[in-house]
């Protein structure tokens, strides 16, 4: 299976169908560079070991071009809430001074003085209501959302912490210093030590 059959065609599926098989190709394109680094070669007398670059570079690269898209949604919603937010906070405010308006203009009328207090009063408690159901309903969906966001998230940092633990685990062991060269004698002469 190549690399570039993990990132799967955008318009494809559902939205949550199409998360999940990102979030998927994701953790195969993590896993499939664990696995370069661990099959890799050691250099001689090093801890480094010898990976194709390129190769390596291509599948982070798509690991990377991945993500994105789930990021800039995740800043959407929080954009999204926010303009909800204070859409929802101006309707409410809006709500308010018309029937604080109209409050005022029934006042106005002797006649119907009490009648005007009761409606208007009655207007205000049905827009701070709806101005406040509106508000946790928005709330609860960008909650829903970010929750979904923030498990996905855990399961790919989940995925890059078992990746760099394995790559730490399969570290070779430094070899040993070279023994001290034996003092020369002051008597003889060796061209190579000077």
Same mark, same amino acid.
């Given at each position: 299976?190549?690399t570039?059959?993990?990132?799967?065609?955008?318009?494809?599926?559902?939205?949550?169908?199409?998360? $999940?098989?990102?979030?998927?190709?994701?953790?195969?394109?993590?896993?499939?560079?664990?696995?370069?680094?661990?099959?890799?070669?050691?250099?001689?007398?090093?801890?480094?070991?010898?990976?194709?670059?390129?190769?390596?570079?291509?599948?982070?690269? #798509?690991?990377? /071009?991945?993500?994105?898209? $789930?990021?800039?949604?995740? =800043?959407?919603?929080? #954009?999204? @809430? +926010?303009?909800?937010?204070?859409?929802?906070? *101006? %309707?409410? $405010?809006?709500?308010? /001074?018309?029937? @604080? /308006?109209?409050?005022?203009?029934?006042?106005?009328?002797?006649?119907?003085v #009490?009648?005007?207090?009761?409606?208007?009063? @009655?207007?205000?408690? %049905?827009a %701070? $209501? @709806?101005?406040?159901?509106? #508000?946790?309903?928005?709330?609860?969906?960008?909650?829903?959302?970010?929750?979904?966001?923030?498990?996905?998230?855990?399961k790919t940092?989940?995925?890059?912490?078992?990746?760099? &633990? *394995?790559?730490? +685990?399969? =570290?070779?062991? =430094?070899? /040993?210093?070279?023994?001290?060269?034996?003092?020369?004698? +002051?008597?003889?002469?060796? &061209? +190579?030590?000077?």
């Amino acid at each position: 299976m190549s690399t570039s059959d993990l990132v799967p065609p955008a318009g494809t599926g559902s939205a949550e169908s199409s998360s $999940e098989a990102r979030r998927l190709a994701v953790e195969q394109l993590l896993a499939q560079a664990v696995r370069m680094v661990e099959r890799s070669r050691p250099m001689p007398f090093s801890t480094s070991v010898m990976i194709n670059g390129e190769e390596l570079l291509g599948i982070l690269q #798509k690991a990377f /071009a991945a993500l994105p898209e $789930e990021l800039r949604a995740a =800043r959407w919603m929080l #954009k999204e @809430r +926010d303009d909800i937010r204070l859409r929802t906070q *101006r %309707e409410g $405010e809006d709500i308010i /001074a018309a029937a @604080r /308006a109209r409050a005022e203009q029934m006042v106005q009328r002797s006649e119907v003085v #009490k009648a005007a207090e009761m409606r208007a009063r @009655r207007t205000v408690d %049905e827009a %701070e $209501e @709806r101005a406040r159901r509106m #508000k946790l309903e928005t709330e609860d969906w960008c909650d829903q959302r970010l929750a979904a966001f923030e498990a996905m998230l855990h399961k790919t940092a989940t995925a890059v912490s078992t990746g760099r &633990q *394995r790559l730490q +685990d399969t =570290r070779l062991p =430094r070899p /040993a210093p070279a023994p001290a060269p034996a003092e020369p004698d +002051d008597d003889i002469f060796d &061209q +190579d030590m000077g």
